[in-house]
Nanobody
Framework: QVQLVESGGDLVQPGGSLRLSCTSSLSTFLIPVMGWYRQAPGKQRELVATIATGIKTHYADSLKGRFTIAKDNAKRMLYLQMNGLNAEDTAVYYC?????????WGQGTQVTVSS
């Protein structure tokens, strides 16, 4: 079992920035793939970005250049830096971890972009 806890969600104005954090109960060094997903009201959960062992990253095409995923193995943390936010980025953001054939999810953190 891996417990994941997201934080950092907030209300932010259009054009603003926000950094989300995800704390893992297991060393992130041991987790082959971690990722961020989001779910907007009335929509399916979608991929935001993933990061694999060796710091290999992958982003949803529509988010490249605005979002950056990173992790700090020493702190057992996963981050998502989000810049140039707009209303379409409003969603609950979830952290996940892929390990040993299982997928674990956090409870999510709300990001609202509005003036």
């Amino acid at each position: 079992q891996v417990q994941l806890v997201e934080s950092g969600g907030d209300l932010v104005q259009p054009g603003g920035s926000l950094r989300l954090s995800c704390t893992s109960s297991l060393s992130t060094f041991l987790i082959p793939v971690m990722g961020w997903y989001r779910q907007a009201p009335g929509k399916q959960r979608e991929l935001v970005a993933t990061i694999a062992t060796g710091i290999k990253t992958h982003y949803a095409d529509s988010l490249k250049g605005r979002f950056t995923i990173a992790k700090d193995n020493a702190k057992r943390m996963l981050y998502l830096q989000m810049n140039g936010l707009n209303a379409e980025d409003t969603a609950v953001y979830y952290c996940n971890a892929h390990i040993a054939g299982s997928v674990f999810w956090g409870q999510g953190t709300q990001v609202t972009v509005s003036s």
